[in-house]
């Protein structure tokens, strides 16, 4: 077989239908404007996750003081609950020797006569 009696491949052919999809190995100003697109919204998207991540902080340190104040109040006032309960047992304790008084007294009476 001499290479004259070879016919070239359908690849022009091929080409034409998907004409599509080329390559092209020149960078115009639409590359240069779409990367740099890309990038500003990369960039502006970490400035919000970060400037959100800033706001959770702050939230989040309100909230632990919020907490710990909270904390504070609520033992002051179980102090003053424990104080009060002390006082409430207290008078319970002088009501009943009180009662147990009187009632001797009364005893005493009833049978003086």
């Known amino acids: 077989m001499a290479a004259d009696d070879t016919r ?3 690849l022009d052919g091929a080409r034409r239908r998907h004409k ?28 919000t996750v970060q400037a959100e991540r800033a ?34 047992q207290e008078s319970l304790i002088e009501l009943n020797l009180n009662l147990v008084r009187m009632n001797a007294q009364q005893g005493g009476k009833e049978h003086g006569r």
């Open 8 to 10: 070239p491949g359908d």
């Open 55 to 88: 706001a959770y902080r702050l939230e989040l340190d309100q909230v632990k003081r919020d907490a710990a104040s909270e904390a504070v109040r609520t033992k002051e006032t179980l102090v003053d609950l424990k104080t009060e309960m002390r006082k409430v």
């Open 20 to 47: 599509y999809m080329q390559f092209s190995p020149e960078i115009n100003a639409g590359h240069l404007l779409q990367v740099l697109v890309l990038a500003l919204g990369g960039v502006g998207l970490y400035g």
